[in-house]
């Protein structure tokens, strides 16, 4: 199996960068990244594909904003 890079994904021009939700990758791709962002953070797969689809299928935005949101609960929990 080959191994596959976000890399050479985004550095792909024939690939879109319109402004949609659609994961601009294969269904076997969006579900392995779906799957490692899960377990990344520690939420469920369904939250994870929404998060991603949310942020335009980029993992630094998602991710930023998965631990941004875990932050800020935090610190309504402490300040209880």
């Known amino acids: ?3 596959i890079s976000i ?4 550095n792909d021009k024939s690939i879109s960068s319109d402004s949609s939700n ?9 579900s392995k ?3 490692a962002f899960a377990k990344t953070t520690g939420i469920d ?6 998060l991603l689809k949310d942020h335009g299928w980029n ?3 998602a991710l ?3 631990y941004q ?5 935090e610190s309504i929990m402490n300040t209880k």
């Open 1 to 3: 199996m080959n191994s």
């Open 64 to 66: 930023k904003a998965t």
């Open 22 to 30: 659609e994961c601009p990758f294969n269904a076997e791709i969006s």
């Open 45 to 50: 797969i369904e939250f994870a594909n929404q």
């Open 7 to 10: 890399d050479d994904y985004e």
């Open 59 to 61: 993992i630094d935005h």
């Open 33 to 35: 990244l779906s799957t």
């Open 69 to 73: 949101a875990k932050e800020h609960a």
